[in-house]
Antibody, heavy 120, light 111 residues
Framework: QVQLQESGPGLVKPSQTLSLTCTVSGGSISSGDYYWSWIRQPPGKGLEWIGYIYYSGSTYYNPSLTSRVTISLYTSRNQFSLKLSSVTAADTAVYYC????????????WGQGTLVTVSS | NFMLTQPHSVSESPGKTVTISCTRSSGSIASNYVQWYQQRPGSSPTTMIYEDNQRPSGVPDRFSGSIDSSSNSASLTISGLKTEDEADYYCQSYDNSIPVVFGGGTKLTVL
């Protein structure tokens, strides 16, 4: 059974870069059946897709965030990462990583999420 | 780009049936699969319906999904409501220009 776990700093200063890692266990990140994804949820608000990466390294980002987002794959460690630059308080959110089915376009499973607060 | 619009909240009594709608603003709802996720307070989302009307293993058959082309909307129906169904529910779809779109979410209260 595949499980995903987010890790990274819980506090980031404004204008700095947010960096998170998602560790995948119970399955290979090199499978062509899935995209590996990041989604976020500001406190009390809805879900926002950030982007995803395919095993080949191809990436797709939300147009509203594309200038600040980088998602990378580390196959030897079965991990993928998120970097979000020039953060502001509006980037404060719970960040989830999730597996996205390539052929039928749904997320499952999700990680437990990690709260990142942007504050000085 | 299109949007998915959900009611902000719905409420119903235990044992009853409730339906949550998800209306697509442009493009046909039938052109791309719709998924539904449940998010209980303090937890990450879990999939209740994928590919419009398919249930992952472990999801009770009280949960069903459907598509209505006439209203360009998808629906999640929960029958035999239980207090444990109280949660936020999100629909999700996609198209060629934007790979993932979420609805704004619906808070279900079972009272």
């Amino acid at each position: 059974q595949v499980q995903l776990q987010e890790s990274g700093p819980g506090l980031v200063k404004p204008s700095q870069t947010l960096s998170l890692t998602c560790t995948v266990s119970g399955g290979s990140i090199s499978s062509g059946d899935y995209y590996w994804s990041w989604i976020r949820q500001p406190p009390g608000k809805g879900l926002e897709w950030i982007g995803y990466i395919y095993y080949s390294g191809s990436t797709y980002y939300n147009p509203s965030l594309t200038s600040r987002v980088t998602i990378s794959l580390y196959t030897s460690r079965n991990q993928f990462s998120l970097k979000l630059s020039s953060v502001t308080a509006a980037d404060t959110a719970v960040y989830y990583c999730a597996r996205y089915y390539y052929d039928s376009n749904w997320f499952d499973p999700w990680g437990q999420g990690t709260l990142v607060t942007v504050s000085s | 780009n299109f949007m998915l619009t959900q009611p902000h909240s719905v409420s119903e009594s235990p044992g009853k049936t409730v339906t949550i709608s998800c209306t697509r603003s442009s493009g046909s709802i039938a052109s791309n699969y719709v998924q539904w996720y449940q998010q209980r307070p303090g937890s990450s989302p879990t999939t209740m319906i994928y590919e419009d009307n398919q249930r992952p293993s472990g999801v009770p058959d009280r949960f069903s999904g459907s598509i209505d082309s006439s209203s360009n909307s998808a629906s999640l129906t929960i029958s035999g409501l239980k207090t444990e169904d109280e949660a936020d529910y999100y629909c999700q779809s996609y198209d060629n220009s934007i790979p993932v779109v979420f609805g704004g979410g619906t808070k279900l209260t079972v009272l």
